[in-house]
């Protein structure tokens, strides 16, 4: 067993204690681990530990770590700060190896209480073989031990793995992503992070079959120069997905408070992707729409984008977002327009890129005609489709007929073989319910289908922006 | 009648021609404007006008312009390109002043045929006094007389002017700014602009009692100096929006296939919006975003924000939004936190800014208590508060339950005394229909209860920075 794989019992234990569990739970705690683990199927065995109590969830309750009759896998700690260092010690004492910290009021406080609690337990940390995650922390979620630290069902088996300071971002992606067909291998919040490092989780990550892509939120980092190194060599087979929080001022100070991590300038980090490679990304939006691009996609040959939308105006917004974005929208050539222009006419429409043909929106052997040609055009390296949800998209003689067209744009892209990847925006046109449910099943139809598909026009060019320029990256670099 | 109220017959006619209207339509055109106007039940009179037809959508039609027996005080003429020049001649000899040009294949197709036409209409319209909109856009559309050049319904009386070379952002805002309570006075879609400019409308709207704000979308722009000037004048007393369609080289390029319009460097335009104060928006979106913090926010005296989230790592994200939005996120004061912290414990929260207090999240009393301490600290101008969606908003009982958490934040938001504007974002947590739907609900109970509410974090800061910025620029420079 390599040294990362020792992580494995973390993440797939055959037992759990949780410390903190009770028979009359104050609130929310130990207790709502234990429940969330028997409801999710976690089929190891599990131990709530509490002096107080005898049973919980009618399972024995111990008083203590040590009083187990074996040594738990992996140990939930959720019980006020003050207990913490001495069920510490008692893991220290039982042999058990992998804790994960929930509890929090430590540094983060800012209060001197908290503060020194805090060095205590880095003591007991530093001078023993535990493996901690956190303190302040929601810890581990894996789709296929059911280890849900959160309440979150597993509803697939993915290759991304999340490794995030914050357990809501943890929580929050698991929902979000799954509600887009992106499935997760781990989700780790590791919190103030006084135990296993981020750099300690990358290198699980980095040999872990079930792993294909990695996204990571940071607030601090601890070795820097160590994580940088591995994340660069760790990018060049699996992509890895930065989101740094706490760039600006005020966010800076918000990390303060929430981690107690000292958050990095803004240029010390401008070297870090300059130097990784790595994809920066600034919200769980951009996490999932990101690795959305990844998981389907095919490597583009650049960044030259064909964008078929429909209407004037809009087609110069769609451009100056591309543009903004990072992507280029070329002209395509003459001879492709001329082909095109056989079929559709001049007035109202316009065939160079964007492409606005609306009067053959409707027409399915048109459509396909246009887009076929504008693929294979040499200036065209990756598309954009635009689908405007009407506002009319809750009349149900409207919905059909929507669902319709819509259902011959998922074929089309399918099928495409072009070799160039196409990406999706569903943008929508108004406020209303009919039309937002219609969107949120819109992009489900899409990314079911393998074709990432986004809320609007700029997460759709940033995801495709960011990922033509990791395979960019990786072909000048490697 | 000053002369720019001259334009009141162009925008509350009395009577209206229709050229190109067809008893025997072929697609989209001229009979499409009659039904249209037929269907929003506009009053004054109708005159189709085709040599083909007697009668079109059961109203006689005449051949021409001079047969009709009034002079109408609006022509739409909606025919091929190539038959413009001969009615825009009988339109002078009919005496016609006020013409809309629908026909589009002009210059923006780039072909020779269509730069001949071009000219030839440009001298007709410079040696005549027709007040020419267009050619190649979808014209005008009023609340207040039913005069709508496009399918969407009038559904209130507003005093949002939206001033655009594009048509189909026209017909766009429309449905998008009245499913968000945003109603509108007039919009005015200008295509080319060979005869009526961008400054005459803007002095038209500067007088119009109507209207109290005005949006603009420009891809090119004649006059550059007057219409910077005008727009600085207007903006002292009715905030001016200004989107600039082609700032990157892709959406210049795509500017040129659509109106034909030259597109301005980007260090012009800095210049401009620098000149003017004007507020600068970058899609409909935020027209539409900018407009409802105008509408209904009182002005700050600053930027510092109070962000009420929740969530440890939320709170830095949405600290970083405000800060990339220009807006500062300080630490409320000691003594203010001090007095939070009487009732919401530490561990697990934040009271310094962001408020991350979960704790107290489902208690109206103290939630409110901690708002009110937010909202009356020395270091807060504004807030913003977030409303995170859940994805259990699908399920009637917990709809139920946060429909009610919502009314008390509405209540509050409504009730809001302490002189600080407050703005709402709705962020959605997951791709699903009932969260979607929620969502878009919830958006309307906000808008309608005279609460600025936005469906993403970014959004919400952006509109608050810019009507922040609007007043400081205001309060320094008159």
Same mark, same amino acid.
């Given at each position: 067993?390599?040294?990362?794989?020792?992580?494995?019992?973390?993440?797939?234990?055959?037992?759990?204690?949780?410390?903190?569990?009770? =028979?009359? *739970?104050? %609130?929310? $705690?130990?207790?709502? @681990? &234990?429940?969330?683990?028997?409801?999710? #199927?976690?089929?190891?065995?599990?131990?709530?530990?509490?002096?107080?109590?005898?049973?919980?969830?009618?399972?024995?309750?111990?008083?203590?770590?040590?009083?187990?009759?074996?040594?738990?896998?992996?140990?939930?700690?959720?019980?006020?700060?003050?207990?913490?260092?001495?069920?510490?010690?008692?893991?220290?004492?039982?042999?058990?190896?992998?804790?994960?910290?929930?509890?929090?009021?430590?540094?983060?406080?800012?209060?001197?209480?908290?503060?020194?609690?805090?060095?205590?337990?880095?003591?007991?940390?530093?001078?023993?073989?535990?493996?901690?995650?956190?303190?302040?922390?929601?810890?581990?979620?894996?789709?296929?031990?059911?280890?849900?630290?959160?309440? =979150?069902? *597993?509803? %697939?088996? $993915?290759?991304?793995? @999340? &490794?995030?300071?914050?357990?809501?971002? #943890?929580?929050?992606?698991?929902?979000?992503?799954?509600?887009?067909?992106?499935?997760?291998?781990?989700?780790?919040?590791?919190?103030?992070?006084?135990?296993?490092?981020?750099?300690?989780?990358?290198?699980?990550?980095?040999?872990?079959?079930?792993?294909?892509?990695?996204?990571?939120?940071?607030?601090?980092?601890?070795?820097?120069?160590?994580?940088?190194?591995?994340?660069?060599?760790?990018?060049?087979?699996?992509?890895?997905?930065?989101?740094?929080?706490?760039?600006?001022?005020?966010?800076?100070?918000?990390?303060?408070?929430?981690?107690?991590?000292?958050?990095?300038?803004?240029?010390?980090?401008?070297?870090?992707?300059?130097?990784?490679?790595?994809?920066?990304?600034?919200?769980?939006?951009?996490?999932?729409?990101?690795?959305?691009?990844?998981?389907?996609?095919?490597?583009?040959?650049?960044?030259?984008?064909?964008?078929?939308?429909?209407?004037?105006?809009?087609?110069?917004?769609?451009?100056?977002?591309?543009?903004?974005?990072?992507?280029?929208?070329?002209?395509?050539?003459?001879?492709?327009?001329?082909?095109?222009?056989?079929?559709?006419?001049?007035?109202?429409?316009?065939?160079?890129?964007?492409?606005?043909?609306?009067?053959?929106?409707?027409?399915?052997?048109?459509?396909?005609?246009?887009?076929?040609?504008?693929?294979?055009?040499?200036?065209?390296?990756?598309?954009?489709?635009?689908?405007?949800?009407?506002?009319?998209?809750?009349?149900?003689?409207?919905?059909?007929?929507?669902?319709?067209?819509?259902?011959?744009?998922?074929?089309?892209?399918?099928?495409?073989?072009?070799?160039?990847?196409?990406?999706?925006?569903?943008?929508?046109?108004?406020?209303?319910?009919?039309?937002?449910?219609?969107?949120?099943?819109?992009?489900?139809?899409?990314?079911?289908?393998?074709?990432?598909?986004?809320?609007?026009?700029?997460?759709?060019?940033?995801?495709?922006?960011?990922?033509?320029?990791?395979?960019?990256?990786?072909?000048?670099?490697?």
């Amino acid at each position: 067993m390599s040294s990362a794989r020792v992580l494995d019992s973390l993440f797939f234990p055959k037992s759990v204690a949780v410390v903190g569990a009770s =028979a009359n *739970p104050a %609130g929310w $705690g130990g207790t709502s @681990f &234990l429940q969330r683990l028997i409801k999710r #199927g976690f089929s190891g065995k599990l131990y709530p530990v509490n002096p107080k109590s005898t049973e919980v969830e009618g399972l024995k309750c111990y008083p203590n770590v040590q009083s187990i009759p074996e040594i738990p896998d992996h140990v939930i700690i959720s019980t006020p700060a003050i207990a913490v260092p001495q069920i510490l010690r008692d893991c220290v004492t039982a042999n058990v190896k992998n804790v994960h910290i929930f509890s929090s009021g430590f540094s983060e406080t800012g209060e001197e209480d908290g503060k020194k609690l805090d060095e205590e337990i880095t003591a007991i940390i530093k001078n023993s073989d535990l493996r901690v995650v956190g303190p302040n922390c929601m810890g581990i979620w894996v789709s296929a031990s059911k280890l849900c630290a959160w309440g =979150a069902e *597993p509803k %697939g088996l $993915g290759s991304v793995a @999340f &490794l995030s300071q914050s357990g809501g971002h #943890g929580e929050y992606i698991s929902e979000l992503g799954q509600s887009l067909g992106v499935y997760f291998s781990k989700i780790i919040s590791f919190g103030n992070a006084k135990g296993l490092q981020a750099y300690d989780f990358l290198e699980y990550l980095e040999t872990d079959p079930d792993t294909k892509i990695i996204a990571c939120y940071f607030e601090g980092m601890r070795d820097g120069n160590r994580v940088t190194q591995l994340i660069r060599r760790i990018n060049r087979t699996k992509p890895v997905l930065v989101w740094k929080g706490g760039l600006t001022a005020s966010g800076a100070q918000a990390v303060s408070s929430h981690t107690g991590s000292l958050a990095g300038e803004e240029r010390i980090w401008k070297a870090f992707y300059a130097q990784t490679g790595a994809v920066p990304v600034g919200s769980l939006d951009e996490v999932i729409d990101t690795a959305m691009a990844f998981l389907y996609l095919r490597p583009a040959a650049g960044k030259r984008t064909l964008l078929m939308g429909g209407g004037g105006g809009n087609s110069v917004a769609l451009a100056d977002i591309c543009g903004r974005e990072g992507l280029e929208v070329p002209w395509i050539t003459d001879a492709t327009r001329q082909e095109m222009n056989k079929f559709i006419r001049l007035a109202g429409n316009s065939t160079r890129n964007p492409l606005d043909i609306w009067s053959v929106q409707d027409n399915p052997d048109d459509f396909k005609k246009a887009f076929d040609l504008g693929l294979a055009d040499p200036n065209i390296d990756v598309a954009v489709m635009e689908k405007q949800i009407m506002w009319d998209s809750d009349e149900p003689e409207h919905i059909e007929r929507h669902k319709k067209a819509d259902g011959v744009h998922i074929e089309y892209c399918k099928n495409n073989t072009s070799g160039k990847p196409i990406v999706v925006a569903a943008t929508s046109m108004a406020n209303m319910e009919g039309p937002s449910a219609y969107r949120a099943q819109l992009l489900t139809r899409f990314v079911t289908s393998g074709i990432p598909a986004y809320s609007s026009t700029v997460s759709a060019a940033r995801a495709l922006s960011r990922f033509v320029a990791y395979h960019e990256f990786q072909s000048k670099n490697n």
